[in-house]
């Protein structure tokens, strides 16, 4: 059989001017990206335009950061799509996590989960930065430079590892001895807080506030 290859000269030309895009909001980079659509930039004017489903899209947009369970949704679009097919990381969140990097439920590296062939770095990247990633990746799928999708099948159990790791949530063990004396502890700070607050107390707090009225 012969090796897939992605598609360069007129293939590749009619492919890089007819870009229908999947645009996956995960964050506040999405708000850039509007602007692109509007008359100064017109992005369309490069045969680009946004689409409703993942089947009808070549180029998946990630526009911020991932969480786990984000991260699920956008696997399962990605792999609806057809091919030959593209991702661009939009912004720095999906760089190295961006302002969220120390979040322990922030995808830091995207790709280590799906093949990206672009990223736009900037918090959050500017219409010009997007427009020269759209040029960009249109010159390269015209000479044949990008194939995400062939190392995405390529490696699909390197891929397949990755997510699982990521995304198998196990039920934390529990140490029952534990749990009874944290429960213990709680339901003593309650029986202090109850006798601190006896039925005289009660009566004394509610003269004073009719008091001051």
């Known amino acids: 059989m012969a090796k897939e290859r992605p598609p360069k000269g007129l293939k590749g030309w009619a492919q890089g001017r007819s870009l229908w895009i999947l645009q996956f909001c995960t964050g506040c980079g999405a708000v850039e990206l509007p602007p692109v659509m509007t008359s100064r930039y017109d992005m369309e004017r490069f045969g680009i335009t946004p689409m409703a489903t993942p089947r009808q899209a070549d180029l998946l947009l990630i ?7 984000t991260l699920k949704r956008v696997i399962r679009s990605y792999e609806q799509m057809g091919e030959p097919k593209y991702v661009i990381g939009f ?7 961006g302002m969220y990097w120390d979040s322990y439920n922030t995808i830091k590296r995207l790709d280590l989960y799906l ?3 672009l990223y736009i770095a900037g918090c959050m990247p500017r219409p010009e930065a997007i427009i020269e990633a759209f040029n960009r990746l249109i010159e390269g799928i015209k000479q044949g430079k990008f194939n995400g999708w062939i190392r995405y099948k390529e490696n699909l159990r390197w891929y397949k590892r ?6 198998d949530i196990r039920k934390w063990s529990i140490d029952k001895k534990l749990a009874e004396e944290v429960w213990r502890e709680v339901q003593e700070e309650r029986r202090k807080i109850f006798e601190q ?3 005289p107390h009660v009566y004394e707090y ?3 506030i009719s008091e001051v009225g």
């Open 63 to 69: 526009t911020g950061y991932l969480t786990v369970k």
């Open 91 to 97: 912004g720095s969140c999906t760089v190295n996590g």
């Open 115 to 117: 093949p990206v062939d």
């Open 162 to 167: 990755n997510q699982a790791m990521i995304m």
């Open 197 to 199: 607050a006896t039925v």
């Open 206 to 208: 509610a003269e004073r």
